[in-house]
């Protein structure tokens, strides 16, 4: 088909020629106006050839004329698909993310639970080593309450040093509920005030934490605070046993 278009011009153009070199021979160049009208008609024929090409080519879906309609269509296209892509991979990504979140937050879980029963066999384990019984350790709470309940941290692991140290020594009863009643030993179980105690959770963590090794004692197996005690039990300190250092109103002995 483009070949035959092709002969046509050709022909359109031979045309011409021919018609110029009569229009020479014959003198009709001098006046210009024949020559011009049949330049016109040529012309005027190629450009609806031309028109005729174009119009036909579209129809035939070849040429230039469709390869651009059809590239404003493919890009049309092609922007579209990576909107839809761009939407599916965000949609992937955000899924791996929040999948990958709950995973840590599952682990994060998994952890402080081990971290919870690792602490508690060691709590175990140290109250095994001293032979302290549920009550033991119930009792060792309330005397370390009463004892220490305005101090801070290391006065209370004190406090439940001095009681640890005793149940260790051969010199004192071998449990903790033995040694905190023995006889004459602590003001808060003479005068009751042992039972009254409302046990803090700090007094709880302090406890756990002197029965799990944490030590300040220097050995010392007594304490008193020289402020609230008898006049003659201060003397007995004094000349009976050695002093070791004070903390936070507790003056602590050997």
């Not at 040529?42 to 031309?50: G, L």
Request: with cysteine; hydrophobic share 40%.
């Amino acid at each position: 088909m483009l070949t035959l278009k092709r002969h046509r011009f050709a022909a359109a153009a031979a045309t011409l020629a021919v018609t110029i070199i009569v229009a020479l021979t014959t003198g009709s160049a001098g006046t210009g106006a024949p020559m011009n009208a049949m330049a016109e008609t040529v012309s005027t024929e190629a450009a609806a050839e031309t028109a005729r090409t174009i119009e036909h080519t579209k129809e035939s879906q070849t040429g230039p004329g469709y390869v651009i309609d059809t590239q404003l269509k493919l890009n049309t296209v092609d922007k579209q698909a990576m909107r839809d892509g761009n939407i599916l991979t965000g949609g992937l990504i955000q899924q791996t993310v929040q999948k990958q979140l709950e995973k840590e937050e599952l682990l994060r879980q998994q952890a402080e639970e081990n971290k919870k029963i690792l602490e508690e066999q060691e709590k175990a384990a140290a109250r095994a080593a001293i032979g302290c019984s549920e009550e033991d350790y119930s009792t060792l709470l309330r005397i370390v309450q009463a004892e220490a309940g305005i101090c801070d941290e290391k006065g209370k692991i004190l406090v439940a040093n001095v009681i640890i140290n005793r149940v260790k020594s051969s010199r004192f009863p071998n449990t903790i509920r033995g040694v905190v009643y023995q006889a004459n030993q602590f003001s808060p179980v003479s005068n009751g005030s042992i039972n009254r105690v409302q046990v803090t959770q700090e007094t709880v963590e302090c406890v756990d934490r002197a029965l799990a090794g944490e030590d300040y004692s220097q050995g010392a197996l007594f304490f008193m605070n020289r402020g609230k005690s008898r006049r003659g039990a201060a003397g007995w300190f004094d000349r009976s046993l050695t002093y070791l250092f004070s903390h936070d109103g507790h003056e602590f002995f050997r």
